[in-house]
């Protein structure tokens, strides 16, 4: 609920929780500390020397500052990676419930924010996308990151349904049409297709295919059903929401909805109770039905020409859609890109600059400015794969793929001994994993903790699934590892406080600016300064303040130290040109913008008329 966990201040404060539990569980023996995990292994060595890699490009990323913070958002994930993999074998179900229950109150809380938007906290995102009014984003405030999150959690929702106790399998049963029609009102393509993979790789792995075939027939029809209301009421779909019409739909749709989730969850124990009296099909049939689905599958993907959808997705994006009468319904039919394209090819680019190592820890964002191909502000690459391969090169991309890919090993290779319900909690692992990698392929879901720490905690529990039994470790040995364990979560606390005691600090410096408090606000900019004296930010801070208190000389200071610690933000370009124009140093000034219009030169700005006086 606080923006998907994406903002410095949530995602630094859930990295310390997370670490400070990793240290209790060594210092305590929490977890499972036994046992043979060379996938585990090997993870936790590709993922520490990405780590490695990350804090190294401090040296030669554009911004020090950038790419610290990149270093603590790989930190973060490391360490819920190693809390999921100290996991014991035997508890796999208690994550995959616990994460069920969540998703599933996302969803409902998603739902009621569009149903009943007076009931929650007020959702300022339309302000500044307009183009997000249709698109349901709360509680993530991004509609990609919502439908991924609720898509990845289906799975896990799934098997609930099929291999829990009867109420738990009504109530999980229940719970899909919710996260179906919330998925539906994100218009998200993404999170569609991730939602149907996971269900498709659910169904594969399953030990029992044919329950949780039927199961995820039933339920799929449930959720059908819950879109029919949805789409019968376009108002609800579309907005706008605020209107009579809206308000007074609202009330019969959720109640209708609820009912189907009742009817879906009754069918299904009905079934499921039919089914297991029922004999088996035999095995050919399955492989039969299976071989025909992807060759249907097959078959329509070459009548759909690919190369021009290909050639439609490569497209810039156009407004003229968001100008449809049904967007949602619309967009989720569309096959364009939404930028997506240029994004790709810009950190291709990168990559070809600067083949091994990349441009840094957070260098996109100042390549893209520079060199990208739209008139957009972009941070991200939306593809973790390809940002990190500008970003990092060819030795980042390997060491992260690899960290990521060993837990699917583990998993995979857990599916040979596990058996029953433990099967199927591997194999819903493995689709929830699955989804999360390949959605984070595609958008910028690295970015936002809410969902990245369910997919990385997913990756951490199949390392323990994989796990056998070994020898006990030696005592020494085991202290040895407790010790170096704990010292690692403790280091890793410090540099995650220090960014979070840092914005603190810039915080309560905007917030004195913004009371008149001028003395005050520098102080607070000032210590921000001390506590990260290689970061930019501060200095821009503290620059603000001075020039507020027409202090001009010790802004032109405050913001040229900025220009040291980072000379490509064209915004601290822009503002030492602002700044010493009011100083009276025209060509200096001059200078400052044609900087700041090199480093972003489709932006806007710089084709307004006041902006080509000064630069003459």
């Known amino acids: 609920m606080d923006g998907g966990s994406y ?29 043979r995990r060379p996938a585990a292994r090997s993870s936790l060595i ?31 994930y490391i360490g819920i990676g190693a809390l999921a993999a100290l996991t014991p074998r035997r508890a796999l179900a208690v994550w995959c419930d616990g994460f069920a229950l969540g ?63 009867t109420a738990w399998r009504v109530l999980s049963a229940a719970a899909i049409p919710v996260l179906v029609c919330a998925t539906y009102l994100t218009a998200s393509r993404t999170g569609t297709a991730v939602l149907l993979l996971g269900a498709a790789v659910f169904i594969a792995l399953s030990v029992d295919r044919w329950a949780a075939l039927v199961t995820t027939c039933v339920v799929s029809l449930g959720g059908g059903a819950g879109i029919l209301v949805l789409h019968a009421r376009p108002v609800l779909v579309n907005g706008p929401f605020e209107t009579a019409s809206a308000r007074a739909q609202a009330p019969t749709a959720a109640a209708m909805i609820l009912l189907t989730c009742a009817v879906t969850g009754a069918v299904v124990l009905f079934t499921q109770n039919r089914l297991a009296a029922l004999p088996r099909p035999p095995a050919w049939v399955g492989v039969a039905a299976a071989a025909a689905a992807l060759g249907t599958g097959v078959l329509l993907v070459g009548m759909s020409h690919p190369r021009a959808r290909l050639a439609a997705f490569a497209e810039p994006p156009s407004r003229a859609a968001l100008a449809q009468p049904d967007f949602v319904q619309s967009h989720l039919l569309s096959i364009g890109g939404g930028g997506r394209w240029q994004f790709w090819r810009a950190a291709a680019a990168e990559f070809e600059h600067h083949p091994l190592l990349g441009g840094g820890g957070g260098s996109y964002e100042p390549w893209w400015a520079q060199h990208g191909s739209l008139p957009i502000f972009v941070r991200y690459a939306h593809s973790l794969y390809l940002e990190t391969l500008g970003e990092f090169g060819l030795i980042g991309v390997v060491l992260l793929v690899v960290a990521l890919i060993c837990p699917l090993y583990a998993g995979i290779t857990a599916l040979a001994s596990a058996g029953g319900s433990e099967r199927t909690t591997v194999a819903a692992l493995i689709a929830a994993a699955i989804g999360y990698l390949v959605a984070a392929g595609v958008d910028w879901m690295w970015q936002l903790a809410a969902v990245s720490m369910v997919g990385i905690a997913c990756l951490g529990l199949l390392t323990a699934a994989g796990s056998r039994a070994g020898p006990p470790t030696r005592r020494g040995p085991r202290r040895v590892l407790r010790l170096a364990a704990v010292t690692a979560a403790l280091l890793a606390i410090a540099c995650e406080g220090l960014p979070l005691l840092t914005d603190t600090e810039i915080r309560a ?90 480093l972003n030169p489709r932006s806007p700005i710089f084709g307004t008329p006041s902006a080509a006086t000064a630069r003459r």
């Not at 509680?139 to 829990?164: F, H, K, M, Q, S």
């Open 103 to 165: 998703v599933t109150a996302v969803a409902l809380l998603a739902l009621t924010s569009r149903f009943f938007p007076w009931v929650l906290p007020a959702h300022d995102l339309p302000q500044f996308l307009p183009g997000a009014a249709e698109r349901l984003s709360y509680p993530l405030d991004y509609w990609n990151g919502l439908a991924v999150l609720l898509a990845i959690g289906t799975p896990l929702v799934l098997r609930a349904a099929v291999a829990g106790g």
């Open 46 to 76: 590709a993922a520490l020397g990405f780590a490695v890699v990350v804090a190294a490009s401090v040296a030669w990323a554009p911004s020090s500052e950038s790419a610290f913070l990149a270093l603590d958002r790989v930190i973060l």
């Open 7 to 35: 903002s410095l201040e949530a995602r630094h404060s859930l990295a310390i929780a997370v670490w400070w539990l990793v240290a209790c569980a060594f210092v305590f023996r929490l977890g499972d500390l036994g046992g």
């Open 509 to 598: 410096s905007q917030a004195s600016a913004g009371d008149g408090d001028g003395n005050r606000a520098v102080a607070h900019a000032r210590a921000a300064a001390k506590l990260e004296p290689w970061a930019a930010s501060p200095y821009v801070q503290l620059a603000l303040v001075y020039e507020q208190n027409h202090d001009l000389g010790s802004a032109a200071r405050a913001i040229h130290a900025a220009l040291r610690r980072d000379d490509r933000d064209w915004r601290s370009w822009l503002i030492a040109a602002r700044i010493e124009t009011k100083r009276g140093l025209i060509r200096p000034a001059g200078r400052s913008l044609k900087r700041a219009e090199t």
